[in-house]
């Protein structure tokens, strides 16, 4: 009896000590267990902060030489500092800065529309609607052939008279002409949608009235194109003298360009049997005799 009232007295003696350690374990504040820290920590005195370790030109791209990372006290810190190099470097500068001085993200780019112009290109704006733009669905990457349709006024014609001068004769090539595909291979690097139309104004105690959405084909969107210098000129002439019209290619015809001839009204005459204008001779009456 004696040996199975100790067994049983130890076995107790276990018990309790396997319940202590549990509540320990579980309890809040205790390493390990579930619960919040019950001390909250003290919040830190000094951060990482990232100075200028040269002066910094206005419109510099941020290498990892002229940033550098400095300790400081938080009072000393200033609003939207950066803490880490990496958040600066590849960026753009927007304000002068001084060697020591803090960097922060108000110092960089900020355009309302991301916009990175590749090396050695120029960034050109043009503008297309529904027809002229594939329906104004044209996207950032998107890669464009340009082509540009030029009315007949556009190559005069003229005759050189006994004294030498030249004037114009109007009314003899008044067909629209189409020369070949101005540019290839040309890519999107940012649109500018236009702004939305004004939701139309609910009378005093009723709903805004809903209204279907429309496709206007006047509907314009800046599209900024990434050209060489020389492309920048051909544009630029291009879009004060004729209609231009973004082609979309497909991503697999990157790089690759073809040779067309251009059309005019000749062209689909002869070969594709469009039939020409004819010549219809209106009788003009004879005027009354007075009598």
Do not use: C, W
Not at 81 to 96: E, F, P
Not at 202 to 229: F, R
């Amino acid at each position: 009896m004696r040996r199975t009232s100790r067994l049983v007295l130890l076995l107790g003696i276990f018990l309790a000590a396997l319940t202590f350690v549990v509540v320990l374990l579980i309890r809040p504040g205790t390493p390990g267990g579930g619960g919040a820290s019950a001390t909250a920590s003290a919040p830190p005195v000094n951060l990482p902060t990232v100075v200028a370790a040269a002066d910094i030109p206005l419109g510099t791209v941020i290498t990892a030489e002229m940033v550098t990372v400095q300790t400081l006290p938080v009072t000393n810190r200033d609003k939207n500092v950066l803490g880490d190099v990496s958040q600066a470097i590849g960026h753009t500068t927007r304000a002068a800065l001084v060697v020591g001085a803090q960097v922060h993200s108000s110092d960089f780019q900020n355009r309302a529309v991301p916009l990175a112009v590749p090396t050695g290109r120029r960034a050109f704006a043009i503008s297309v609607n529904q027809l002229t733009g594939v329906g104004n669905l044209l996207d950032v990457g998107d890669y464009l052939d340009l082509a540009i349709s030029l009315r007949g006024d556009a190559f005069p014609v003229v005759q050189v008279l006994a004294d030498g001068s030249v004037t114009v004769v109007s009314g003899i090539n008044p067909l629209s002409v189409k020369i070949p595909l101005l540019l290839q291979d040309v890519q999107i690097i940012g649109t500018i949608e236009p702004p939305p139309p004004p939701a139309p104004a609910a009378q005093q105690g009723q709903p805004a009235p809903s209204v279907a959405p429309q496709v206007a084909l006047d509907q314009t969107k800046l599209l900024i194109l990434a050209v060489t210098p020389a492309q920048a000129e051909i544009l630029l002439y291009a879009r004060t003298s004729g209609t231009l019209d973004a082609i979309l290619r497909s991503p697999g015809d990157a790089g690759q360009t073809v040779e067309t001839t251009g059309v005019i009204l000749k062209t689909l005459v002869d070969k594709y049997g469009i039939l020409p204008p004819e010549i219809v001779q209106v009788p003009i009456p004879t005027p009354l005799a007075r009598r």
